[in-house]
């Protein structure tokens, strides 16, 4: 099992730039797939990027491509967001998840979940 806790979330104006970060407890992280996905207010939670393992694969949404950029490091049992240009479109909870084997990308392909972190762009 594995226990996340994401944080960096906050408020921000458009163009600016957030670090996300989700904190993995267990040993056996650097054996998980993760990925960040997001959810805004009245919208269904909705996939943003992907890492497998060991980094060997990497995935984002159309909608993030090149402004955002997915990255971990196992000796930390840590998963970043660095999120570059942000727009108010970007305003969501963000949330990291895990799956033991990389299915894909949609929201019943992980099964473990961290509580998510607030992040507001303004206009």
């Known amino acids: 099992q594995v226990q996340l806790v994401e944080s960096g979330g906050g408020l921000v104006q458009a163009g600016g730039s957030l670090r996300l970060s989700c904190a993995a407890s267990?040993?056996?992280?650097?054996?998980?797939?993760m990925s960040w996905f997001r959810q805004a207010p009245g919208k269904e939670r909705e996939y943003v990027a992907s890492i497998t393992w060991n980094g060997g694969f990497i995935s984002y949404a159309d909608s993030v491509k090149g402004r955002f950029t997915i990255s971990r490091d196992n000796y930390k049992n840590a998963m970043y967001l660095q999120m570059n240009s942000l727009t108010p479109e970007d305003t969501a909870v963000y949330y990291c998840a895990a799956v033991l084997h990389y299915r894909g990308s949609e929201y019943s392909d992980y099964d473990y979940w961290g509580q998510g972190t607030q992040v507001t762009v303004s206009s």
């Open positions: 267990g040993r056996t992280f650097s054996s998980y797939a």
